[in-house]
């Protein structure tokens, strides 16, 4: 019964081992890192378009704000920290020792 508990383990941990290996090599395809790759045809498509209502966020606002944030005022000679948009309060400020001071 050793013996087999002994052949079962290296058994498992080659299996691990070359699924960590190869992992890496099998899903580098020649895509770029924006396309996907289609496994079950061996090609690479680009994502596709946005639809014609979406409008992209503005330049400025965080990736989770919303579409309607306004432009972030200047820094406060005051303050040591940059401005940052706060979801919950749905304005710019920072936060000085745990309270929102706002902008």
Known sequence: MKWFASRLA???AGAFVSMMVAAPAISSASCDP???YNWATNQCKPPPPMPSWYTPPPQYAPSFAGQD???PPP???WSPYEPMWSTGFHQWGAYFT???VPY
Do not use: D, E, Q, S
């Open 34 to 36: 924006n396309m996907a």
């Open 69 to 71: 944030v306004p432009p």
């Open 10 to 12: 290296v058994v498992t």
């Open 98 to 100: 745990g309270t929102w």
């Open 75 to 77: 820094k406060p000679w």
